[in-house]
């Protein structure tokens, strides 16, 4: 079974940072590329990252860009997200996911309050 295990939320304060990870089993995580979402109160969820299945390509929207940075570590099938300069308007709940295949994991909440 597809399983995907989010961690690394939590709360900070505007300008802080974040590393969230993403342990990936039940697949070839090498042979897939993967996504980060994230999904704010009252909101839907939204794409904001992507990186290619060997690392080599990445995209971004453009309201991370600069600020979050996605890797992966096949070795280890696990996906990352740093996030630095984080904002309020970041607060939403971050999910990972390859776009070949059908699951999701739980999530993991971010918080960013004075």
């Known amino acids: 079974q597809v399983q995907l295990v989010e961690s690394g939320g939590g709360s900070v304060q505007p300008g802080g940072s974040l590393r969230l990870s993403c342990e990936a089993s039940?697949?070839?995580?090498?042979?897939?590329?993967m996504n980060w979402y994230r999904q704010a109160p009252g909101k839907e969820r939204d794409f904001i990252a992507r990186?290619?299945?060997?690392?080599?390509?990445?995209v971004y929207i453009d309201s991370v860009k600069g600020r979050f940075t996605i890797s992966r570590d096949n070795a280890k099938a696990t996906l990352y997200l740093q996030m630095n300069n984080l904002k309020p308007e970041d607060t939403a709940r971050y999910y990972c996911k390859a776009p070949a295949l059908v699951g999701w994991g739980q999530g993991t909440q971010v918080t960013v309050s004075t």
């Open positions: 039940g697949f070839t995580f090498s042979e897939n590329d």
């Open positions: 990186i290619s299945d060997t690392g080599d390509s990445t």
